[in-house]
């Protein structure tokens, strides 16, 4: 049974940083395309970033580009979201999910992932 765990979420100030991992278990993480979703209070659920099962592929929504970084540790089956120069507005469950697939895809929508964690809150403050 695959289960991804997300962890690393908490309270930070305007301008902070913050590291989120995602812990994927029950099958061979190096076979799936992860990536980082979020939804803020009020708010669609909205693609983060993305990264392909090798990591050698990237995708960023626009309002992540330059402040996020994704990747991963295949030996380790985690994937991590970086996020600097955090604003109140990135205020969001976050969630990572799993796309099943070697064809060097980083960027997948939510419904088509097969599998989904149940989020880690991430509240920035002014």
């Known amino acids: 049974q695959v289960r991804l765990v997300e962890s690393g979420g908490g309270l930070v100030q305007a301008g902070g940083s913050l590291r989120l991992a995602c812990a994927f278990s029950g099958r061979t993480l190096g076979t799936y395309a992860m990536g980082w979703f979020r939804q803020g209070p009020g708010k669609e659920r909205e693609f983060v970033a993305g990264?392909?099962?090798?990591?050698?592929?990237?995708r960023y929504a626009d309002s992540a580009k330059g402040r996020v970084t994704i990747s991963r540790d295949n030996a380790k089956n985690t994937v991590y979201l970086h996020m600097n120069s955090l604003k109140p507005e990135d205020t969001a469950v976050y969630y990572c999910?799993?796309?099943?697939?070697?064809?060097?895809?980083?960027?997948?929508?939510?419904?088509?992932?097969?599998?989904w964690g149940q989020g880690t809150q991430v509240t920035v403050s002014t």
């Open positions: 990264i392909s099962w090798s990591g050698g592929s990237t």
């Open positions: 999910a799993a796309h099943f697939g070697r064809d060097g895809s980083s960027g997948f929508s939510w419904d088509e992932a097969d599998y």
